[in-house]
C-alpha cells in the first residue's frame, strides 16, 4: 500500500496461541485503519477461542490455505518458529509484509533464506522485537546514548517466565523450544539495542528442568567493550528486569512493576545530609510507587510494535525493527548454543546473506 491509501490494511493472523492471543489479536483488533480478514491456527481449540475475539474474521487450520485463498496486505507470524521460513517466504512472495514474531528461525539456513525472500520482495519485514518500542527501554537508549552512565561497562538482565504448560513446540529445542530461543533472543538483541553495541562474544551454561533447554546462563562481550549477564527460563519466576552500569553510575528498569528508570550514582553517600536527602526522596516518589503496586504498568510494547508495523506497511515513514535484525540475534542464540556444547566462548557469526 502506499501512504495515500484511504482503505484498510487487510491483515491476517498466523498462528494464535496463548501469546497471541492475550497480546497481538487484541492490538491487531484495536487498531484503526486495520482490518483482521482471516486467523489460521491448527489447534481446533484456539482457533474456536479465537471467535469471540475477531468474530468477523476467517477462520483456515492450514496458514498455507489462508495465504493463497484470502486478499492481504499483511501478515503477522505468530506460528512455531520452525515453521516461520516457509511461512514468510510464502507471504513475501505474494508481495506481502511481514511482521515476524522471534526467532526469525531455528536455524542458520532457514533464517537466511527469510531475509532473501525479505530482500527480494521489497516489502516491509519486521521481526517481532516488541520490547524496542517499550517506553523504558527507549528511555533507558537513550539515557545510555547520552552519557548518564558514562561509557557503559557492563549490564545484568534476568527474562523469566513462571512455570506452566507449554505447548509441545515449545518443549523441545527443534521446533523452536528452549530459553534461548524463546527468551534470550530478546534480551541478546534488546541489549544491543539499549547499549548501541553489536554482540560479539557469548559463552553459555544450559540446563533441562522441566523440559529441554528450559534455563539458561549466558555472558556477552559486545563490540564497544561492554559485558552483559543473561538469565532466561521458562520455568522459575514472572520476572524483566534490566541494569546497565557505567563509571557515572548505574540506570535500571523493571518491566513489570515500575513506570521509570531508577538511577544510582557512582557513590554512595552515607553521610546524615545524603541519607536524609534519600528519605526525603523515597517519600516524595510515595504516590507514584503507590499506583505501580495498585496498578501495575501496562504491557503495551506488543501493541505499539503493531501500530508501528501496519503504519510503515501503509508506506508511512516509520523505523522498525528489520529481519536482519532477527539474523544477528539468531546467530548469537546459535553461538551461545555451541558455547554450551564446548565449555568456551563462542564468536558470534553473523552469516553473509547472498543474492
Given at each position: 500500500m502506499n501512504s495515500g491509501d484511504s482503505r484498510p490494511l487487510r491483515v491476517g493472523l498466523l498462528g494464535c496461541g496463548r501469546i497471541a492471543r492475550l497480546s497481538h489479536l487484541p492490538a491487531l483488533a484495536r487498531l484503526p485503519g486495520v482490518e483482521l480478514t482471516a486467523i489460521a491456527e491448527a489447534d481446533s481449540g484456539n482457533r474456536e477461542a479465537c471467535r469471540s475475539l475477531a468474530p468477523g474474521a476467517a477462520r483456515y487450520e492450514d496458514y498455507r490455505e489462508l495465504i493463497a485463498a484470502r486478499p492481504l496486505d499483511a501478515v503477522v507470524v505468530c506460528l512455531p518458529p520452525a515453521l516461520h521460513a516457509d511461512a514468510a517466504i510464502a507471504a513475501f512472495e505474494r508481495g506481502l509484509h511481514v511482521y515476524l514474531e522471534k526467532p526469525l528461525a531455528t536455524n542458520i539456513e532457514d533464517g537466511q533464506r527469510i531475509v532473501r525472500a525479505w530482500r527480494g520482495a521489497g516489502t516491509t519485514g519486521w521481526i517481532g522485537f516488541n520490547f524496542r518500542f517499550h517506553p523504558l527501554a527507549v528511555q533507558l537508549r537513550a539515557a545510555i546514548a547520552g552519557g548518564a552512565v558514562g561509557d557503559p561497562l557492563g549490564?545484568?538482565?534476568?527474562?523469566?517466565?513462571?512455570?506452566?504448560?507449554?505447548?509441545?513446540?515449545?518443549?523441545?529445542?527443534?521446533?523452536?523450544?528452549?530459553?534461548?530461543?524463546?527468551?534470550?533472543?530478546?534480551?541478546?538483541?534488546?541489549?544491543?539495542?539499549?547499549?548501541?553495541?553489536?554482540?560479539?562474544?557469548?559463552?553459555a551454561v544450559l540446563s533441562s528442568r522441566v523440559s529441554e533447554e528450559d534455563t539458561a546462563l549466558t555472558q556477552l562481550r559486545f563490540s564497544g567493550g561492554a559485558v552483559a549477564s543473561v538469565f532466561t527460563a521458562l520455568s522459575a519466576v514472572e520476572e524483566h528486569a534490566m541494569e546497565v552500569i557505567g563509571p557515572a553510575g548505574r540506570l535500571s528498569f523493571d518491566r513489570y512493576y515500575a513506570s521509570r528508570l531508577r538511577f544510582s550514582p557512582a557513590r554512595r553517600d552515607f553521610g546524615r545530609a545524603a541519607r536524609l536527602r534519600a528519605a526525603g526522596a523515597v517519600l516524595?516518589?510515595?504516590?507514584?510507587?503507590?499506583?505501580?503496586?495498585?496498578?501495575?504498568?501496562?504491557?503495551?510494547?506488543?501493541?505499539?510494535?503493531?501500530?508501528?508495523?501496519?503504519?510503515?506497511?501503509?508506506?508511512?515513514?516509520?523505523?522498525?525493527?528489520?529481519?536482519?535484525?532477527?539474523?544477528?540475534?539468531?546467530?548469537?542464540?546459535l553461538a551461545a548454543e555451541r558455547a554450551a556444547r564446548s565449555g568456551c566462548t563462542a564468536n558470534v557469526m553473523v552469516a553473509e546473506v547472498g543474492p
Open positions: 549490564a545484568r538482565t534476568a527474562f523469566c517466565a513462571a512455570g506452566r504448560e507449554l505447548p509441545e513446540w515449545k518443549r523441545q529445542r527443534a521446533s523452536g523450544g528452549g530459553a534461548l530461543l524463546d527468551l534470550a533472543s530478546h534480551q541478546f538483541d534488546l541489549l544491543a539495542y539499549v547499549l548501541g553495541q553489536q554482540l560479539v562474544e557469548v559463552s516524595a516518589g510515595w504516590p507514584r510507587a503507590l499506583r505501580d503496586a495498585l496498578s501495575p504498568p501496562r504491557e503495551h510494547s506488543f501493541a505499539l510494535a503493531l501500530a508501528a508495523f501496519t503504519q510503515a506497511a501503509r508506506g508511512k515513514p516509520v523505523t522498525g525493527p528489520g529481519l536482519d535484525l532477527g539474523l544477528n540475534s539468531l546467530a548469537g542464540v
